[in-house]
Structures are given as structure tokens and as C-alpha cells.
């Protein structure tokens, strides 16, 4: 500034003051108004925003897992409990508040409590993320909430960690309820039960956008078998504790609860002491045909897969249901191991996971026969009927063999079912395949065998109360085009290649004229061969349909959820499909010649000194072949009650393989000893399946249903 | 001394000139009084509600920082009314001894200070942690109020017309910047930020050119812009820094902060959760509560309507104190109360806006209502010298040779 001696100059400066004190009110003034615009804009016009982002962090929902509901058997025996597991966990803030000197000892002190490494221990209560933590170990979730690092510890080792509670700092010890199988009579039923795994992000995403309550963040889902089916009832709805929390996520106080409540038990149609059975007698089998020497392929039997399933004829339940091979539903217990679930998805292990009696799909072999001759009783053929049971039949350039090559001259059906006689029943086939469908590239052209085989519910899902259920397939006309449509462009591409091996003679005629239905699958059909494949438990339903009559039912493993007071919430009944439209004098007949097969037929030999004359079994039996591989053992049999089916892939002969086991559980049905039924010793009480439920009892106690308690009480 | 007024306002010798003798408590300015006193009222009661249910902080005595709070007011209180009571001269002769203390206390902070929160800005004296920066802005206020006041009437008295020019410019800004850079050392970036709008607004009240007042706000730019391009800060501190615009910038530090501050009031609503209601106030999520994001309690427990009045008590301590400024009738008087001015303004604005989330979260505590004890007596102290300044004006005794109107 020009220091001039006028009096403006002096006046200029003291002005400047002045004005720019002014400025500095104006400005002081506009700050604060900002403020004020600010503070609106926070607590008014943001303020609901700000309000459920102050109430979520200061208020935390702590979840109350209820116990899971009890599977039971027919009787009340629980298949499926809870047990009660200690969680260790460790509280990171409380942890990181103390010196390093203290932390290492405190985690050394634990890992030999516990009994787990130090290392892991202090990599477990890293955040991922965080310096030094790596994927896998590291904690995932809140870095608020206790970390869990060792869990199902033994309770005198976590009751002795909560009472030295000074000598474990940030240490906390809680219990959880995982599932526990108290396998009565030593049964597995693994596929049956199903498992449990911890929730996904999306299911619970989804969960919430339904409104469902009963799943939260600690929630565990079923995912197969009866714990998926019927999770809605099993899972129950957890509990809430709503707790002020502070900023280190310290519990101030509590601010309401709800109480969690217990889920449903659902009562289920299996009977454990036959499930037992069943699973000893198809693990046995499996075992016996594994040391037992094919004279086929010249080596032993792989017998790499098998199933049963024990029907209730006359209602459709499902009273025992086996597949292998299996796996110990604990593995999932507490989290599962990537190591075993591997083992779980291999084919090493042959996919134990796969329920072959409900999932598995087979060529059905010769107990597919009965359907057909279901099917040609129906359509012009009659009792009366004779037809050569040939060691052999020609089929335009093809020489279809009979088993064995064996000759049994004219017969009827009923002794053709008996021996199982595919020339029989080929010519069955083909002359129907003449009369009404010679014309190979007609799709619609009428089948009548295959209409019987849709009747009797092959080719679709069962409608059983097991998810997963595969739907088999009927090979028709249909399927064949729709295959070839599908494959044809490989194979015509394969047949433009020279060469005059199998591959390329099958890829041209293939190419050209894949879409054909001849004779010879007409052939094939007929005899359970070919590109047909059933689960075990749609073949067991439709012998459960020649036994009542001609009712086709949807099997049911459940029969009732009944709630945690003893109430029941739903009853559970197989629901009637419909009726096999096969006239009553048909299905009396084939019910008679089956009832043949064990007194003269296929299962004869296994079946000596049974008595039959008491116990009226019907049999058909089965060696299914398949391309490149030892054949499939099938066994059906029925009675009025029960259906009893039993196949073992790569095992040999039905009555071979799969026939002593069957007796073997059919005795136990009956309380067979040697020639003597007494119904007293069978499995079921009365050997029967109880009609009513379980009785709850106010103490908890399951107690067996009033209709099955006149027998002791001993087999429990 | 003779009065040497170009133009004096015709009203107000007449009403002083009756009055002249009388040293009373009756001439303080009332409203500010009031105001401060309603500050300090809702300081402790936002101090208590912020810190009674910290079991952590308090180590049991739910009222420990109350009790602190309101020993540090008795304490300010007596020391403002000791600096309202001194006389004028006395003032000025005790400036430079301020001022040099509290230097000397800033170049110890740096030599045996202990370090709190990143920066070392607290000396242990017994039991007690001083914050020499606190006082460092009232003796910046002071000293370079003294220098304007003695460069231009020295020039008066040698009859020579008195003007800011660049020598006293450069004599302010000396004085201003051995204390800015012994707290930028520390570092201290929020002190050092009020610090900078006090001296340009000290600058610019003692009237200097336009030009030095473009020149300096186009320097402190240029400063802050190398530094950035140099990377003297480095890009955390930055990150720090502007945490306030994207907290995911420093999502665990001044982020958090930033985040917590807003839900913490926008929480409050209207009328707030009432005193010691506030559910994130009790349960400790906003860092620093009862000192630098005070204002939050109060956003908390007494809504919209409440921190409104805290505001308006701020808005009428800075209204009354540049009324002072204005009426002042030496330049001693007018520079120092304009530095106060804007010393509170700025820092309210600088508090109040971070907890607000439009500035910067830097640690500088609201005038009159953190807990804390250096900034209690500075302040305080302040005030006292605002009553000075009007007690001297109101007297119309003592007018300097440098009274101006």
C-alpha cells in the first residue's frame, strides 16, 4: 500500500477495515446458514434413511436356531434326533484388545483345550482380507461376531474351558443342535433322510422377498431326501433376541425376544427293523456277488450297484427303500470336508450320493414281462393262447436267442412268464408290431404294449415324496425319432469317414435310417431290453398294482407331520394315480402264473422249503443285459401286502444273485423260521404295517401306535 | 494520548463521556455473556450424556468427565474473568509473554509431546495434558493485533500517516507462521487450517491490500497443490483428508467417523432423542464424542431444533464479537476481536461441518463445548479479552491514538 500522508489514503485504509469487516459478518453469516441447510438436510430429509442405519447397527438380531424336527419310523423309533454340539468361538475384538504376549498364550492354552493346532487356530480368527490371512481358514463373516474355531467339542472339554473362564479370555462356549442318528437296529437310510447344509446367499435372498421368517442367516436347509421334502415342516422357526449392541458389538441389554419353536417330526411309513434287513441283506448280496465268478465275462462280478424297495401293496407306502452304494449321513454333520464331498460327487465311489432305487435307471429285463403280458391280454391275446417258446427267433437279419438257448416247445403265458421265456415273448412283439405298426417311420402308429407300460406308470416320476425322483423312459416311436433327430448329425458326420468297423457300419445306418421303429425293437421292448429303463421304484409300484388290483398309487415315505406337542398338522397319504385299465380276469391270471415262478419257476431254487402254501409269494426275475457290462440282477416279488424288488447291477442272474436275499426278507416279514410262519417274530407287528401313528407322550416320549403295542416291546 | 478520530460517530462520546469512570460488571456485553453461558450449559450436559455410559473411558464414575468439564470451566471462567479485569496496557505488555509461552509450548510438544490420534500435539503436565496449538491461536490473535496496533501508532506518533503495508504484512505473517509451522510439524492439519483462516482474516480486518490478500489466498492454493503433486502428503492423509466427500476413501478411520457422525444425527430427527437417549451416542459408535464430534450429541438428543439453538448461540457469540471488532476504538481492539471472530467462526464451521460430513474430518474441537481443557481456557480466555475490548470501548476511556472513528 502506497503510504501517502493524505487523509484519504489514512481514511482508505480504516474504511477497508471497516467494509471488510462487514464482509467477514456476511460471510460468517452464509456459513452458518449452510449449516442449518445441512443439518436440515441430514434430520429431516434423510433422517428416516439415517434412523434404520442407526437402528440396525445399534440394535443386532441374535438368531435362536430351534431344534429341527425328529424324523421316526413306523413305530416312533427315531431315525433321524438332535444331539447337542460345543462350539468354541473366539471374540476378536476382545482378543485384539490384549498384548501379543498375551494372546499367544491365551491361543496356546486353547489349541491344547481343543486339541487343534495353534496355527490353525490363530488363522481362523484372521479376517479375509486382513494381512497374513489366506482363502479357506480365514473368517468370513462379522468382524463383530465371535469367530467359531473349534467345533463339536467334547463337553467335559467345553464345560471345563466355561468354567475356568479367567483362565480363557474372549473365549466363548456355546452349544448348537446338529442332527444326530441314533440308527435303531442299526439302519442307514441315508438317501431316504436326506442331509443338511448351511443356507446359500441366494435361498435366503429369496427367502426374504417371500417374507419367510423361518430362515435366517444361521439357518441349515435340507437338500435331499426327507429333510429337503418336507424342510418347511422339519426346520421350524427360529427364535429372535433383539439386544443393543454398542460399537464393538458388546451386548448392552436386551430389547425383546421371541421364542424359537421346535419343528414338526414327521412320521414316516419306514419300518427300521425292515429297513435294517433290507439294507443287510442288499449290502450282503453285493458282497457275495463280488466274490462269486462270472462265467460271461470270465471275472468276478462287479456288482457295482444295487437297490430294494419294500412296498406296501395295498396302499402305496413305502416301508423300506435301500439304495448302494451309500454314505454316512454324519459326514454332514457340522459342516462337511471338501474332501469328502469330493469322495461324494466321484465316480470312484461310484456316486454315493445317486439314490439308485428312486434315481437310478435300468433296463428292467425280464420283470418287465408281466406288463406285457398285461398288455397282450388286453389286446387280442388270451390265456388260451400258445405260442412256441423257441431256443431261438428270426428277426428279418437277426437271430434273437432264447435265455440259454433253452426250448420249452408251446406254451401259454403263464408259463412263459415262469421260465422267462424271451422267444415267447418275442413273437408276442413282433406280431403285434406286424398287426399294427410294420410301418417303421409312423411315430403314431398304435403300440399297445407301449400304452400298457405308460398305464402301469413307467416313463414318468412316481410322484414319491423324495426329490430327485428320475423319470425312466419308455423307448416308443417317439423316442426313437426324437433321439435320432438329436444324434444325427454326429453320426452322419462319423459316416461320411471311410471305414468298416462297427462304428462307422453303425453311424450310416444309423444316419439313414436311425428314426426306423423295427421289428427288432418291437422285439426288444418287449423283454425289458433295448434303450427302456425303469427305476427300481416305479417296477416295484407297478407289481404293487398286479397285487391290489390294479391300483396305481404315488408311494409315500411319509405318513404324517405331527407337531412338537403331539398334535397332528397333516396326514400324509399316497395318493391313487388311477387304475391300470387291465380287466380283472387278466391280472388274476398273471397274478396265478407268478405265483408259479416260485414253485416251479425261476426262483424255485431259492425258494425250497418255504412256506409258500402260507405265504403266497408271486416272483418274476430279471438279467437285464446291457452293452459292455456283466447283466443287472432284478427280483420282484409280491404277495397281498407287500412288494418286495431287489436289483444289483453288474451282479449276474435275478434269482442268482438277488433270490436269497429276498427270501431272506421276506422271512423277516413273516417271522419265518424254517417251514413255520409266527407273525409274533415278524418285523412288523402282526406283520402288518401299523395303521395308526406314534403316540406322543406329554413327556416327549414317542411311544409305538395302540394298534402295534400287543406286541412286546422288546425290538425296540 | 489525545484523540486523533478522523470522524467520530456523534452519538456515542456524549453517552460514554457520562460514564467514563465507571469500571463495572454492568458494562459487559450481556448477550455474549449469555450466549457463552449457554454453550457452556449444553457443553457439559453433551459431554455427560456422550461419556456417561463409556464404561471404557470412565472407568466406572459415569459423571468423571462432567466433573473434569466443569473444573476446566471453573477454571476458564476465572481465568476469563482475570484477562476481562486486566487493564488494557497490561494486556499489551503480556501479549509477547503469550505469545513466546506458547510458542515454547509448541516447540516442547514437539520435543517431549505424546502422541494422540496420529498427531503429537499434548504435553503431560501431572496428570494433566495440555494443547499449547489451542493457545497458540489466541496468541497468534494477539500478537498480531500487537503489531498492527504498534506499527501504525508508532507511525502516528511521528506524524506520519499509518497504513498496512507489506512490512507489516510480512511482520503478522512471521508471527503467524513460527507457530503454524511448529503445529504443521506435529502435524495438526485442523488446527493449522483454523490457524490460516484467522491470520487471512486478521490480515484482511487490518486493512492490507487487496493484492497481499490475493497474493496470499493464491499462495496457500499453490501450497496445497504442490503439495498434493509432490507427494509431500501422502495419498492416505489425502484419502484421510477428503474421507469426508467418500468414506470408502478411509472406510476405518476418518470414514467411519464421517459415516457414524451423520447416522448419529440423522438419527436425532426433529426434536432428537432426548438427553441421554441417543441409542448411538450410549452405545459408543461415534469415535472422539465427547471432544471433537460433541456436536453430534447434540444432533442425537436434541434433534434438529436443539443443535439449531447450539448454532444460534455460536451465530450470537460471533455476531457480538464482531459487533466488539466494529465498535472498537483502537486498532489493538478491533484487529484482535476480528481475529477471535474468525478464529470462532471458522472453527465452529470446521466442527459442526465435519460432523455434517461437508468438511474434512480433522481434530479440532467446538469453541465452548468439547471437553477439553486447553481449548476451555483459550477460549475462555478469548472471551475475556472480547469483554476487554468492549469494556475499554464502552468506558470510552483509554482512547488510544490509534482510535479511528
Redesign the interface.
Known amino acids: 500500500?502506497?503510504?501517502?500522508?493524505?487523509?484519504r489514503?489514512?481514511?482508505s485504509?480504516?474504511t477497508?477495515?471497516?467494509v471488510?469487516?462487514l464482509?467477514?459478518?456476511a460471510?460468517?453469516?452464509s456459513?452458518?446458514v449452510?449449516?442449518?441447510a445441512?443439518?436440515?438436510y441430514?434430520?429431516?430429509l434423510?433422517?428416516e434413511?439415517?434412523?434404520a442405519?442407526?437402528?440396525e447397527?445399534?440394535?443386532r438380531e441374535l438368531v435362536v436356531q430351534p431344534a429341527r424336527g425328529l424324523v421316526v419310523d413306523d413305530l416312533g423309533r427315531p431315525l433321524v434326533a438332535n444331539r447337542t454340539s460345543w462350539v468354541v468361538s473366539i471374540d476378536r475384538t476382545l482378543l485384539h484388545k490384549m498384548g501379543q504376549g498375551r494372546q499367544d498364550r491365551l491361543l496356546r492354552r486353547l489349541a491344547r483345550a481343543v486339541q487343534v493346532p495353534v496355527r490353525q487356530l490363530r488363522a481362523r480368527t484372521l479376517l479375509c482380507g486382513e494381512a497374513g490371512s489366506e482363502a479357506g481358514t480365514c473368517w468370513n463373516g462379522s468382524p463383530y461376531q465371535p469367530v467359531p474355531v473349534a467345533e463339536d467339542v467334547r463337553q467335559q472339554v467345553a464345560i471345563s474351558i466355561m468354567e475356568r473362564g479367567e483362565h480363557y479370555p474372549s473365549v466363548l462356549v456355546d452349544s448348537q443342535s446338529v442332527r444326530a442318528y441314533p440308527r435303531p437296529f442299526g439302519v442307514n437310510a441315508a438317501h431316504l433322510l436326506g442331509y443338511l447344509s448351511p443356507i446359500t446367499a441366494d435361498e435366503l435372498a429369496e427367502a426374504k422377498a417371500r417374507h419367510d421368517t423361518s430362515l435366517r442367516g444361521a439357518s441349515v436347509v435340507g437338500r435331499s431326501g426327507l429333510e429337503k421334502e418336507y424342510d418347511r415342516y422339519l426346520r421350524g422357526r427360529p427364535g429372535y433376541q433383539r439386544v443393543?449392541?454398542?460399537?464393538?458389538g458388546r451386548v448392552?441389554g436386551d430389547s425383546g425376544k421371541v421364542r424359537a419353536r421346535a419343528g414338526d417330526t414327521l412320521v414316516t411309513s419306514i419300518d427300521a427293523r425292515v429297513q435294517s434287513v433290507v439294507e443287510h441283506q442288499l449290502s450282503t448280496t453285493i458282497r457275495t456277488a463280488r466274490r462269486t465268478y462270472d462265467p460271461v465275462s470270465h471275472r468276478n462280478y462287479v456288482a457295482d450297484s444295487g437297490a430294494v424297495v419294500v412296498l406296501d401293496a395295498t396302499d402305496g407306502r413305502v416301508v423300506a427303500m435301500a439304495g448302494s452304494p451309500t454314505y454316512d449321513p454324519k459326514t454332514w454333520v457340522g459342516g462337511i470336508t471338501s474332501r469328502q464331498l469330493k469322495r461324494l460327487y466321484s465316480a470312484k465311489a461310484r456316486y454315493p450320493l445317486l439314490f439308485r432305487a428312486t434315481q437310478g435307471q435300468f433296463a428292467p429285463g425280464s420283470t418287465w414281462k408281466p406288463v406285457m403280458t398285461a398288455g397282450a391280454l388286453t389286446h387280442g391275446y388270451s390265456p388260451s393262447t400258445r405260442l412256441d417258446c423257441s431256443s431261438g427267433f428270426q428277426v428279418g437279419n437277426r437271430w434273437f436267442k432264447n435265455y440259454e438257448s433253452e426250448s420249452y416247445g408251446f406254451i401259454g403265458f403263464d408259463k412263459a412268464l415262469q421260465v422267462s421265456c424271451d422267444t415267447f415273448f418275442y413273437r408276442v412283439g413282433y406280431q403285434l408290431w406286424q398287426r399294427y405298426g410294420s410301418d417303421e417311420s409312423d411315430v403314431d402308429a398304435k403300440d399297445p404294449l407301449v400304452a400298457t407300460a405308460k398305464k402301469f406308470g413307467f416313463g414318468r416320476p412316481t410322484g414319491v415324496d423324495l426329490p430327485g425322483e428320475a423319470s425312466g423312459r419308455i423307448a416308443d416311436r417317439h423316442w426313437k425319432r426324437a433321439y435320432w433327430k438329436a444324434n444325427k448329425a454326429y453320426y452322419c458326420k462319423v459316416a461320411t469317414h471311410p471305414g468298416y468297423d462297427f462304428l462307422h457300419v453303425f453311424a450310416r445306418e444309423f444316419c439313414a435310417e436311425g428314426y426306423a421303429y423295427r421289428a427288432g425293437d418291437a422285439v426288444n421292448f418287449v423283454i425289458g431290453q433295448g434303450d427302456t429303463l425303469v427305476t427300481p421304484l416305479q417296477s416295484a409300484r407297478a407289481y404293487a398294482a398286479l397285487a391290489n388290483g390294479g391300483t396305481l398309487y404315488e408311494p409315500r415315505v411319509a405318513k404324517a407331520v405331527v407337531d412338537p406337542s403331539g398334535h397332528v398338522v397333516r396326514r400324509i397319504r399316497p395318493a391313487k394315480v388311477g387304475r391300470v385299465k387291465v380287466s380283472r380276469s387278466a391280472l388274476h391270471y398273471i397274478d396265478q402264473a407268478l405265483l408259479g415262478t416260485a414253485r416251479t419257476g425261476t426262483t424255485a431254487w431259492k425258494f425250497m422249503g418255504f412256506p409258500l402254501d402260507r405265504i403266497h409269494i408271486r416272483s418274476k426275475t430279471g438279467s437285464a443285459e446291457v452293452h459292455g457290462k456283466q447283466s443287472t440282477s432284478w427280483v420282484a416279488s409280491y404277495d397281498k401286502r407287500y412288494v418286495v424288488l431287489m436289483m444289483v447291477t453288474q451282479a449276474g442272474t435275478g434269482s442268482g444273485t438277488s433270490g436269497p436275499a429276498v427270501r431272506k426278507i421276506w422271512e423277516a416279514l413273516y417271522g419265518v423260521r424254517g417251514m413255520k410262519v409266527d407273525t409274533a417274530r415278524a418285523a412288523l407287528p402282526g406283520a402288518t404295517p401299523p395303521s395308526g401313528l406314534p403316540v406322543f407322550a406329554r413327556d416327549g416320549e414317542i411311544l409305538p401306535p395302540a394298534s402295534s403295542r400287543r406286541t412286546p416291546a422288546g425290538h425296540r | 494520548m489525545t484523540v486523533t478520530a478522523?470522524?467520530a460517530r456523534p452519538t456515542r462520546p456524549a453517552r460514554l463521556d457520562a460514564t467514563t469512570t465507571r469500571v463495572g460488571a454492568a458494562r459487559l456485553d450481556w448477550l455474549l455473556t449469555v450466549a457463552v453461558a449457554g454453550l457452556l450449559a449444553a457443553g457439559s450436559l453433551l459431554v455427560w450424556s456422550a461419556t456417561s455410559s463409556r464404561g471404557d473411558l470412565t472407568a466406572g464414575d459415569p459423571e468423571a468427565f462432567l466433573k473434569r468439564h466443569l473444573v476446566n470451566i471453573a477454571i476458564g471462567v476465572v481465568l476469563a474473568v482475570m484477562v476481562t479485569a486486566t487493564d488494557h496496557r497490561w494486556v499489551r505488555i503480556l501479549a509477547p509473554l503469550v505469545y513466546l509461552a506458547s510458542v515454547a509450548g509448541l516447540v516442547l510438544v514437539l520435543v517431549m509431546g505424546s502422541t494422540i490420534n496420529g498427531s503429537r500435539s499434548w504435553i503431560q503436565l501431572g496428570g494433566m495434558s495440555v494443547q499449547p496449538a489451542e493457545f497458540a491461536k489466541l496468541a497468534v490473535v494477539i500478537g498480531m493485533a500487537l503489531l498492527v496496533a504498534e506499527r501504525t501508532e508508532g507511525a502516528l506518533s511521528t506524524r506520519?500517516?499509518?497504513?498496512?503495508?507489506?512490512v507489516e504484512v510480512a511482520g503478522m505473517l512471521t508471527i503467524a507462521g513460527v507457530p503454524a509451522l511448529l503445529i504443521l510439524l506435529q502435524p495438526d492439519l485442523g488446527t493449522m487450517l483454523v490457524l490460516s483462516a484467522t491470520v487471512f482474516?486478521v490480515i484482511?480486518?487490518?486493512?492490507?491490500?487487496r493484492a497481499w490478500l490475493l497474493g496470499l489466498f493464491a499462495g496457500a492454493v499453490s501450497v496445497a497443490f504442490l503439495a498434493v503433486r509432490l507427494h509431500v502428503l501422502k495419498t492416505y492423509q489425502i484419502d484421510r483428508f477428503m474421507a469426508f466427500t467418500n468414506p470408502d476413501l478411509d472406510p476405518r478411520g476418518a470414514g467411519y467417523n464421517t459415516t457414524?457422525a451423520?447416522?448419529?444425527?440423522?438419527?436425532?430427527?426433529?426434536f432428537g432423542q432426548g438427553l441421554f437417549g441417543g441409542?448411538?451416542t450410549?452405545?459408543?459408535?461415534v469415535p472422539e464424542q465427547h471432544t471433537d464430534f460433541i456436536f453430534t450429541v447434540a444432533?442425537e438428543e436434541f434433534?434438529?431444533v436443539g443443535?439449531?439453538v447450539l448454532?444460534v448461540l455460536?451465530?450470537v457469540v460471533?455476531?457480538r464479537a464482531?459487533r466488539i471488532?466494529?465498535r472498537a476504538d483502537d486498532l489493538f481492539g478491533?484487529v484482535a476481536a476480528?481475529g477471535i471472530?474468525?478464529w470462532f467462526?471458522f472453527q465452529a464451521?470446521q466442527n459442526?461441518?465435519m460432523c455434517?460430513?461437508?468438511m474434512p474430518v480433522t481434530g479440532v474441537p467446538l469453541p465452548f463445548v468439547s471437553y477439553g481443557g486447553s481449548s476451555m481456557f483459550a477460549t475462555l480466555m478469548a472471551l475475556g479479552l472480547l469483554q476487554n475490548i468492549h469494556l475499554r470501548t464502552s468506558h470510552g476511556l483509554g482512547v488510544t491514538r490509534s482510535r479511528?472513528r
Open positions: 500500500m502506497a503510504a501517502t500522508g493524505s487523509p489514503a489514512r481514511a485504509s480504516a477497508k477495515g471497516r471488510r469487516l464482509v467477514v459478518q460471510l460468517v453469516l456459513l452458518f449452510t449449516l442449518f445441512r443439518l436440515w441430514l434430520q429431516v434423510g433422517g434413511a439415517y434412523q442405519q442407526a437402528a447397527q445399534s440394535v443393543a449392541v454398542d460399537s464393538m448392552l | 478522523v470522524r506520519k500517516a499509518w497504513s498496512v503495508g507489506s482474516g484482511a480486518v487490518s486493512g492490507a491490500g457414524q451423520r447416522i448419529a444425527i440423522g438419527n436425532g430427527g426433529i441409542s448411538q450410549k452405545a459408543g459408535f444432533g434433534g434438529l443443535s439449531g448454532i455460536l451465530g460471533l455476531w464482531l471488532a466494529a478491533r476480528a471472530a474468525c467462526g464451521f459442526i461441518g455434517l460430513g461437508i479511528l
